[in-house]
């Protein structure tokens, strides 16, 4: 898909995953927090309306156990 495409182009954005829910497409991307707007700006301009932008972050232990690959859960 072509705003895919533009979006990896961007140096320090990453599309991690895309979703779809029908209607709607849940793109999960992987950037630092000053290129929100330069994201948002691009998609707009190709027509793409944005219902939600949701910022994650990861806990110590996530990252813990996404390097170690363990879960003692």
């Known amino acids: 898909d072509s705003n895919k495409k533009q979006l990896n182009k961007k140096r320090g954005v990453s599309v991690i995953e895309e979703t779809d829910l029908g209607r ?24 793409v309306k944005i219902f939600s932008i949701e910022p994650q972050t990861n806990s110590l ?3 813990f156990l996404k390097e170690t690959g363990s879960d003692d859960d």
């Open 24 to 47: 709607h497409t849940r793109v999960l991307l992987k950037l630092k927090e000053n290129l929100i707007p330069w994201v948002t700006d691009t998609l707009v301009s190709k027509g």
């Open 61 to 63: 232990e996530d990252v």
